[in-house]
């Protein structure tokens, strides 16, 4: 497998589904869950196609809802590999929503997320790097490193509390 740096856009994705009765909540609006299954799932989509390996989500740094997205209108995600490591990839997540009897189209939320590239065993295993080219992709891409930061420590912060919280009550499962 060739590890040649790629070009972001080589792993757009995007994704658009209309929103339906089952998909909402009792506001008549898309599920906040509904929406982060349809994140996850256009990010690993964008990330398998960066690393042409199976992938894993290690993190979703933050699922910004901005906008509420209405039933009947249509969700449009927008993914790519805007930045990766050794063996992670940074996705970012644009989520439109349209209105399809006006046109009218709203930002309706922004995500990070970090996936890792796995082999046979599940074994991390490395990725190319990313060639960003547009404005918007090198912007991404050079705050990318930052980001990365602050989710190894968001991280090492989380070990930590789980270490503290354990398995003991008085939690109930």
């Given at each position: 497998?060739?590890?040649?740096?790629k070009k972001a856009n080589e792993?757009?994705?995007?994704?658009?589904?209309?929103?339906?009765?089952?998909?909402?909540?009792?506001?008549?609006?898309?599920?906040?869950?509904?929406?982060?299954?349809?994140?996850?799932?256009?990010?690993?989509?964008?990330?398998?196609?960066?690393?042409?390996?199976?992938?894993?989500?290690?993190?979703?740094?933050?699922?910004?809802?901005?906008?509420?997205?209405?039933?009947?209108?249509?969700?449009?995600?927008?993914?790519?590999?805007?930045?990766?490591?050794?063996?992670?990839?940074?996705?970012?997540?644009?989520?439109?929503?349209?209105?399809?009897?006006?046109?009218?189209?709203?930002?309706?939320?922004?995500?990070?997320?970090?996936?890792?590239?796995?082999?046979?065993?599940?074994?991390?295993?490395?990725?190319?790097?990313?060639?960003?080219?547009?404005?918007?992709?090198?912007?991404?891409?050079?705050?990318?490193?930052?980001?990365?930061?602050?989710?190894?420590?968001?991280?090492?912060?989380?070990?930590?509390?789980?270490?503290?919280?354990?398995?003991?009550?008085?939690?109930?499962?």
């Open positions: 497998m060739s590890l040649t740096p792993s757009r994705t995007v994704k658009s589904s209309h929103v339906l009765p089952p998909d909402t909540n009792n506001h008549g609006t898309l599920f906040g869950g509904k929406l982060m299954a349809h994140i996850d799932d256009v990010a690993a989509i964008a990330a398998t196609r960066h690393a042409r390996k199976n992938v894993v989500t290690a993190s979703s740094d933050s699922v910004d809802f901005l906008h509420p997205i209405k039933e009947g209108y249509s969700v449009c995600l927008d993914a790519f590999v805007s930045w990766s490591h050794r063996t992670s990839m940074e996705i970012v997540v644009r989520v439109i929503s349209e209105n399809l009897l006006t046109g009218e189209r709203q930002l309706c939320a922004l995500s990070f997320l970090t996936f890792v590239a796995v082999d046979e065993d599940g074994s991390p295993t490395p990725v190319p790097a990313v060639i960003p080219e547009t404005d918007e992709e090198k912007r991404l891409f050079d705050g990318a490193p930052k980001r990365a930061e602050r989710r190894r420590k968001r991280r090492e912060e989380s070990k930590q509390l789980a270490q503290r919280f354990g398995t003991q009550k008085p939690w109930e499962c």
